[in-house]
C-alpha cells in the first residue's frame, strides 16, 4: 500500500510533492521519491527511509519544474534501498506506482531480450521500460501507456509523467484507488484525496478499470472497455469528508480497500520475488518444534481460525483445535509439551482474547498472534506477531480486518508447513504465487457489486436466511451469517452442508433464502446433493461459485453471483467479498445504520 502523487501545476512542484506525501506516510515508509520535468529532461531524487531523508536531500539539491509524479513506499519486490525507490525511469517516461504486477518477470525477460536495461530489483521498473517499448514502436504518449496497461497482470495504481510533455500526465487504477484534483490551470492525481487537499477541494474518484489522460485544463477518462466516460466532479469540505472519501458508508470504502490491504500484507509476509514465505522472525519461537496447535479468538477472527484449521492441517500437517476465547480457558485445556498457541485480533485489545493469551503465557506456552494495531496490548504480550497492515477499520463489522487475517493466517500456514517439510519448494512457491494473485482476484469479485446490490432488495424482505459450505467454505458461511445479523438485524445461520438434512433443512420453505458457498473443487457434486434437497423443498438458492461451478448447477438456481477461478487456497478469501455486499446492501436498503449497528462496539475489551 504506497501513497502517489502526481502534480500538473503553475508553481514548482518539488515542494508540493512533498507537502502532499507527507499526508500519505500511513501508506509506506520504506523510502520515498520524485521526478519532475525540467529543461533537461527527466529529473528525480530518491532517498531510502521516510519522507524526511528525501526532504533533506532537495534542500541540498532542489528539482527543477511545474510538474512532476511522487512516491512513498511500501517494498513489494525488492529491499527498501534508494535503487528500489520510485520514480522509476527511463529517458522517456517516469512512473511511480502502487500494487504488484503479477507477470513482470516474463514482461522483463522480453525487455531485457529486446536491450532495456534495468536498474532496480522491483516488478514496477518493468512499466517504464514497457511504455518506452510502445513509444520506440512509434506509439505517442498516452497510446503506449495504454498499450502497457493492457500488457499488465495484477492490482495497481499507477502515474506517469513524459519527457518533453510538460503538459501531460496518465493515470490508471485497478484494484488500487487513485483520485484526481481539479484545480485552476492545474490537475493532480493521489492516492488519496487528503493528499490533493492543500491544492483543491474538487476531486474525480476514479472508477474501477479507469485511465485518465490529464492536462491543466483537461481531463479525459476512459473506462475498463477503453470508451470514453463522464465521472463526477465533487467538493469535498476537509479531511473528514476525505476519510470516507467517494463512499456512503466506511463499511463500503472499506470493503473496496481489500485489494490493496491484502497486497499490502502479502508483501509483509512473503518475499514476493523469489516466492517464498519470509522466514518469520520468532526468536524464541520454532516453527519446526510445533506438534500440535490452538488457534484462539472471537466473532469473525474466530471464523478465520475455523478457514485457518482446514489449512493447517491440509498443508501443515498439524493437529489444530480451534476454540472460542471466551469459552477456552473455562474448558481447562490440557496442552501438550509441543504445543503452541495462536490468537487474532482486529484490535488486539479484546478482552476475551487477551486473557486467553495471558492464560496460555501462564502455563508455559508459546504464544502467536494475528494483530493490526501495533502496540496493542496483545503485541507488547504475546511472544511472536504476524501484522496484517489492513490500516484503521472504522466499521463495526469486520471486513478488511478479516481478509488480512486469513492472508496472514495462509502465509503462516506455509511456513509451517516448510518448517516440518510437509510443503517442498515447488509447493511453496505454488501456493505464494496464488497468495501474490489474491488482490487481482479479490478486485475481480468486486466487479459483482451491483448485481448484489440489485439481488440486496430481495434479500432485504426476508425474515431468516441460510448459508451454505462445505470444508473451509463452511467457516465462512458461519461468516456469511453473522455478517447479515450484525448489520440487517435479519436473523440468518450457517451450515456445514452435510449438516443440512441433519435438522437445518426444517427451515427451508419458498420464503427463504438460502445462499451456497460453492466454487467447482473436490466437493462441489457433494454440496449440489444439498443444494437439490433445498430446491425439492422450495427454497430460493443464492449460488456463489465460479463459471464452471454456476455451468454444471444450471436449472438449479434463482440467482448467481460469480467469483474468479481461482487457487483452493485463496477461494475462500476470495468469496469472502460477495458474503460482505450482500450484507452490506441489504443493510442498505433496510435503512440501518451500517457502520454503527446497534448493540455493538468495534473492539470489545470487556469480558
Not at 529529473?43 to 512513498?72: C, D, F, Q, W
Not at 496460555?360 to 497492515?389: C, F, Y
Not at 445461520?493 to 473443487?521: F, M, R, S, T, Y
Not at 485463496?570 to 468469496?575: K, L, M, R, T, W
Request: with cysteine; proline share 5%; aromatic share 6%.
Amino acid at each position: 500500500m504506497c501513497g502517489i502523487v502526481g502534480i500538473l501545476g503553475q508553481a514548482p512542484a518539488a515542494t508540493r510533492i512533498i507537502e502532499a506525501l507527507r499526508r500519505l506516510e500511513y501508506r509506506g515508509y520504506d523510502s520515498a521519491g520524485i521526478a519532475t520535468l525540467g529543461a533537461d529532461g527527466i529529473e528525480r531524487r530518491r532517498a531510502a527511509g521516510k519522507i524526511a531523508n528525501l526532504a533533506g536531500i532537495l534542500a541540498s539539491e532542489p528539482l527543477p519544474g511545474n510538474t512532476g509524479i511522487g512516491h512513498t513506499r511500501w517494498a513489494t519486490h525488492g529491499k527498501p534501498t534508494t535503487d528500489n525507490a520510485h520514480p522509476h525511469a527511463t529517458e522517456k517516461v517516469a512512473i511511480v506506482h502502487n500494487g504488484i504486477i503479477e507477470n513482470y518477470r516474463e514482461l522483463r525477460a522480453r525487455l531485457i531480450a529486446r536491450g532495456r536495461n534495468f536498474a532496480s530489483d522491483t516488478d514496477s521498473e518493468v512499466i517504464a521500460h514497457l511504455i518506452t517499448a510502445h513509444m520506440e514502436d512509434g506509439a505517442a504518449p498516452i497510446a503506449a501507456a495504454e498499450a502497457a496497461i493492457a500488457g499488465l497482470e495484477g492490482a495497481f495504481a499507477i502515474a506517469c509523467i513524459f519527457a518533453g510533455s510538460d503538459d501531460l500526465m496518465f493515470g490508471a487504477r485497478r484494484g488500487s484507488p487513485l483520485v484526481v484534483g481539479v484545480g485552476q490551470s492545474e490537475m493532480f492525481l493521489g492516492s488519496d484525496a487528503i493528499a490533493l487537499f492543500p491544492f483543491t477541494d474538487r476531486v474525480i474518484y476514479l472508477e474501477e478499470g479507469d485511465s485518465v489522460a490529464l492536462g491543466r485544463d483537461k481531463v479525459v477518462i476512459k473506462d475498463k472497455a477503453g470508451r470514453e466516460a463522464a465521472r463526477a466532479t465533487v467538493t469535498v469540505q476537509g479531511a473528514a469528508a476525505a476519510e470516507k472519501g467517494n463512499y456512503r458508508h466506511f463499511m463500503l470504502k472499506e470493503i473496496h480497500e481489500q485489494p490493496e490491504t491484502i497486497g499490502r500484507t502479502v508483501a509483509a509476509l512473503l518475499d514476493t520475488v523469489n516466492e517464498k514465505v519470509r522466514a518469520p522472525e520468532f526468536p524464541d519461537v520454532h516453527l519446526d518444534r510445533i506438534g500440535q496447535l490452538a488457534l484462539v479468538a472471537c466473532g469473525t477472527a474466530h471464523y478465520a481460525c475455523r478457514i485457518a484449521e482446514y489449512w493447517l492441517e491440509q498443508i501443515a500437517r498439524i493437529p489444530v483445535e480451534c476454540d472460542i476465547a471466551s469459552e477456552f480457558r473455562y474448558r481447562s485445556p490440557v496442552p501438550g509439551t509441543d504445543s503452541a498457541a495462536l490468537f487474532v485480533s482486529q484490535s488486539g485489545e479484546t478482552a476475551d482474547t487477551l486473557a486467553a493469551l495471558r492464560f496460555v503465557r501462564e502455563s508455559g506456552i508459546k504464544a502467536i498472534s494475528v494483530l493490526n494495531v501495533p502496540q496493542s496490548s496483545m503485541w507488547r504480550e504475546t511472544d511472536a506477531i504476524l501484522p496484517t497492515h489492513a490500516g484503521p477499520e472504522i466499521g463495526v463489522a469486520s471486513t478488511k480486518a478479516f481478509t488480512a487475517q486469513l492472508t496472514a493466517l495462509a502465509a503462516f500456514t506455509v511456513a509451517l508447513g516448510r518448517a516440518h517439510g510437509t510443503v517442498s519448494p515447488e509447493t511453496e512457491r505454488a501456493l505464494c504465487h496464488a497468495l501474490i494473485a489474491l488482490p487481482r482476484a479479490v478486485a475481480e469479485a468486486l466487479r459483482e457489486e451491483r448485481h448484489i446490490a440489485d439481488l440486496a432488495a430481495e434479500l432485504s424482505r426476508a425474515k431468516s436466511a441460510l448459508f451454505l459450505g462445505r470444508g473451509a467454505y463452511y467457516p465462512l458461511a458461519l461468516e456469511g451469517a453473522l455478517k447479515l445479523k450484525e448489520i440487517t438485524y435479519i436473523h440468518a445461520e450457517g451450515c456445514a452442508a452435510g449438516e443440512l438434512k441433519h435438522g437445518p433443512i426444517a427451515l427451508v420453505d419458498e420464503k427463504i433464502p438460502v445462499i451456497v458457498l460453492a466454487p467447482k473443487d473436490h466437493l462441489f457434486e457433494k454440496t449440489m446433493s444439498n443444494v437439490e434437497e433445498v430446491a425439492a423443498r422450495g427454497g430460493r438458492i443464492i449460488l456463489i461459485s465460479d463459471e464452471a461451478g454456476h455451468a454444471a448447477s444450471a436449472g438449479l438456481t434463482a440467482r448467481r453471483i460469480t467469483i474468479p477461478t481461482c487457487h483452493p487456497l485463496i477461494g475462500p478469501i476470495v468469496a469472502a467479498i460477495p458474503v460482505q455486499l450482500i450484507a452490506y446492501y441489504t443493510a442498505v436498503h433496510l435503512g440501518t445504520d451500517v457502520d454503527q449497528p446497534r448493540n455493538l462496539a468495534k473492539s470489545v475489551t470487556v469480558e
